[in-house]
């Protein structure tokens, strides 16, 4: 009896210890009280999600490296900016949002003035013919590579908001804060989203 005690008490400690994981908001609050491994830590946490956020968004890998980078060294400068009465994920999504759109509006302006950049965006994203081919076997990593093609081919306010609900998961009302519409307007982009991907999808679900 007293080993299963003590076993179990042991293992209700452990479990213990894993519940006292610091939050998000723990550790910008300790990052703004002059703790830098709290900082690491943020890093360490967001920096794959937000990658893959930022990446599905402008379609382009070491430009969403740089904006990541970017988005951690204005967490890193803004730190106290941050209040605790907004979730800490908000706050870096819509610092990671807002540079993504930037980025979106000067590739608009270079393409207005380069046709020779508009080309090479397109030979970074063309898929080969034999992947059209509806001999072809259209496996798990290739459906993947046409729906993310599909996403990138939204408009900017739709693509937005269909990674952040379908990719990343966010909530509605995480979604209207970092983009600063109301909730109804993201429930109808995302559900218009949808619908016009599974418009363009609808040759790969006949292959299920």
Do not use: C
């Not at 076993?7 to 452990?14: G, R, T």
């Amino acid at each position: 009896m007293v080993e299963k005690f003590e076993k179990a008490a042991s293992m209700f400690e452990k479990e213990s210890r894993s519940d006292k994981r610091p939050t998000d908001e723990d550790l910008i609050e300790r990052f703004q009280g002059g703790d830098v491994y709290a900082f690491d830590l943020i890093v360490k946490r967001y920096k794959e999600q937000l990658l893959n956020f930022v990446y599905r968004f402008v379609g382009n890998q070491e430009e969403a490296e740089d904006i990541v980078q970017e988005t951690f060294l204005r967490v890193y400068r803004k730190r106290h900016a941050y209040k605790r009465i907004a979730k800490f994920s908000t706050w870096i999504y819509t610092i990671a949002g807002n540079l993504s759109r930037t980025e979106l509006r000067r590739r608009k302006r270079r393409k207005l003035f380069s046709v020779t950049d508009m080309g090479f965006e397109d030979r970074d994203y063309e898929i080969s013919d034999e992947e059209y081919n509806p001999e072809s076997e259209v496996d798990g990593v290739m459906q993947e590579e046409i729906i993310h093609k599909e996403i990138n081919n939204l408009s900017p306010k739709f693509r937005e908001v269909i990674i952040l609900r379908d990719v990343q998961e966010l909530s509605y009302e995480e979604i209207s804060k970092i983009i600063k519409v109301p909730i109804g307007t993201v429930k109808s982009r995302v559900n218009r989203g949808r619908l016009k991907l599974q418009s363009q999808l609808k040759y790969l679900m006949k292959k299920k």
